[in-house]
């Protein structure tokens, strides 16, 4: 089991940047890929962007080329940066985990309960 803190939420305007951290525990952080999630008030939560323990990363549509997730296995740490930060960004954004063995097809990556681990979630709102 992977316990999950995240951190770096917060208010910010349009066009601005945010960057939020997850802080894992456990032994299997190396091995575990580390996704980002997001949900939004009255919306289901949605993928936004993930990395598996080696290096590889998914990117939704709309995080592409705006949102960085990187991981540091020293720290047990993933980061996602996001820049030109829009309004429709604004949602509690969780951090997860998974055993790369949950992921056979890549597919798997974007569902949310192929993941075991979840943080409590921070907030992050964009103001227009």
């Known amino acids: 089991q992977v316990q999950l803190v995240e951190s770096g939420g917060g208010l910010v305007q349009a066009g601005g940047s945010l960057r939020l951290s997850c802080a894992a525990s456990?032994?299997?952080?190396?091995?575990?890929?580390m996704g980002w999630f997001r949900q939004a008030p009255g919306k289901e939560r949605e993928f936004v962007v993930v990395?598996?323990?080696?290096?590889?990363?998914y990117y939704t549509d709309s995080a592409k080329g705006r949102f960085t997730i990187s991981r540091d296995n020293v720290k047990n740490t993933v980061y996602l940066q996001m820049n030109s930060l829009k309004p429709e960004d604004t949602a509690v954004y969780y951090c997860?985990?998974?055993?790369?063995?949950?992921?056979?097809?890549?597919?798997?990556?974007?569902?949310?309960?192929?993941?075991?681990?979840w943080g409590q979630g921070t907030q992050v709102t964009v103001s227009s």
């Open positions: 997860a985990a998974g055993r790369d063995y949950r992921f056979l097809i890549d597919s798997y990556y974007y569902r949310h309960n192929k993941y075991d681990d």
């Open positions: 456990g032994r299997t952080f190396s091995s575990s890929a």
């Open positions: 990395i598996n323990s080696s290096g590889r990363t």
